[in-house]
């Protein structure tokens, strides 16, 4: 490397040995976050209720009127979209970040137990294999602007359209109330759990619903023209995804891979050439024969 190694820990403060280990202990917390917390509380919201829109409605209700229009805000008729295919994408870098984060947290573990037996030949190994991971994990951020920022927005427009069908429904305004007289084919079409937590709080009385029916743009075939940007900038009749989603992956993808997993690799690295410099460890080549240290101790003496 054109680099030289620590000799301490962050080059300033513990051992090689302390750090490496306290580093490695750090990121594997991070990595269980990533792959078990973090799914875990924001999970897919999946595409139920685009489907059920689209097999709950006619054509006649998405299309609308001149303003107030399903297929005027999306562009075309979403309902033309493998809402499986859609999902799919929508998913793409997610998984793929997952599965590195679960090759990562192995390698890191593995890791972990070689700095604690101080196994320079095994660090050597697996350094190396770390080092590799920036590179694949740069991945993450190009399939996510390129692949499933698309199929993201597509997802959430079509989600979108169902609460507001769902609450035309509700109130009673695309058909004389809930008796599926117009535009809508399903009996079963409130029955879908939505992840809007407005929607949700809007049909638990009647005091939420009669409060929830007052927004109108938010309720039936949408107005292109209204301001319908949800808290992250998203705009069902807008293609164009909020710019969090385009910064964050590269943000998130600079500062825990990059960064910090690249850091972590050169001090395991500085580590691996220190204990390789140093007398063999137990677990490698056994304790330097006494004669060997007889040897040593009476030159220096010399």
Same mark, same amino acid.
């Given at each position: ?30 990595? !269980?976050?990533?792959? +078990? +917390? ?18 709950? #409605? ?6 609308? *009127? ?5 297929? #005027? ?16 994408? =929508? ?7 997952? =599965?590195? *984060?679960?090759? #990562? @947290? ?11 037996? &101080?196994?320079?030949?095994? !660090? ?11 590179? @694949?994990? %740069? ?30 429904? =509700? ?6 109330? $809930?008796?599926?007289? =117009?535009?809508? #084919?399903?009996?079963? %079409? @409130? ?11 809007? +049909?638990?009385?009647?005091?939420? !619903?009669? &409060? ?9 075939? $949408?107005? &292109? ?10 705009? $069902? ?8 989603? %385009? ?13 910090? !997993?690249?850091?972590? +690799? ?20 056994? &304790? ?15």
């Amino acid at each position: 490397m054109g680099m030289a190694p620590h000799i301490k820990c962050c080059g300033c403060c513990c051992t090689l040995h302390m750090g490496a280990m306290i580093g490695s202990a750090l990121y594997i917390v991070y990595l !269980l976050i990533s792959v +078990v +917390v973090f799914p875990a509380i924001w999970p897919s919201p999946g595409v139920k209720e685009a489907k059920m829109f689209c097999s709950g #409605t006619t054509a006649a209700y998405r299309k609308g *009127n001149d303003v107030n229009s399903y297929d #005027t805000c999306y562009g075309s008729n979403i309902c033309s979209n493998d809402w499986d295919e859609v999902e799919a994408a =929508a998913q793409a870098a997610s998984m793929y970040g997952w =599965a590195m *984060n679960i090759v #990562t @947290l192995l390698l890191v573990i593995v890791t972990m137990v070689l700095i604690v037996k &101080k196994h320079a030949k095994g !660090l050597n190994i697996t350094w190396k294999l770390l080092a590799v991971m920036p590179l @694949l994990f %740069f991945l993450d951020p190009i399939l996510q602007l390129a692949v499933s920022n698309p199929a993201l927005m597509i997802r959430y427009t079509g989600n979108e359209f169902y609460v507001m069908a769902a609450k035309d429904l =509700a109130c009673g305004i695309g058909g004389e109330g $809930p008796d599926m007289s =117009a535009g809508f #084919t399903d009996p079963k %079409f @409130l029955s879908i759990e939505s992840t809007d937590e407005d929607y949700k709080d809007g +049909v638990k009385s009647a005091v939420a !619903l009669a &409060k929830m029916c007052k927004d109108v743009k938010f309720v039936g075939a $949408p107005d &292109k023209e209204d301001d319908l940007k949800n808290s992250w900038g998203m705009h $069902p009749c807008k293609d164009t995804p909020a710019m969090m989603m %385009f910064v964050m992956p590269f943000l998130w993808y600079f500062v825990f891979y990059l960064g910090l !997993l690249s850091y972590l +690799v050169f001090n395991i690295w500085s580590l691996k050439e220190e204990l390789a410099a140093g007398p063999a460890a137990d677990t490698e080549m056994g &304790k330097k024969p006494a004669v060997a240290v007889a040897t040593a101790t009476a030159t220096a003496a010399a």
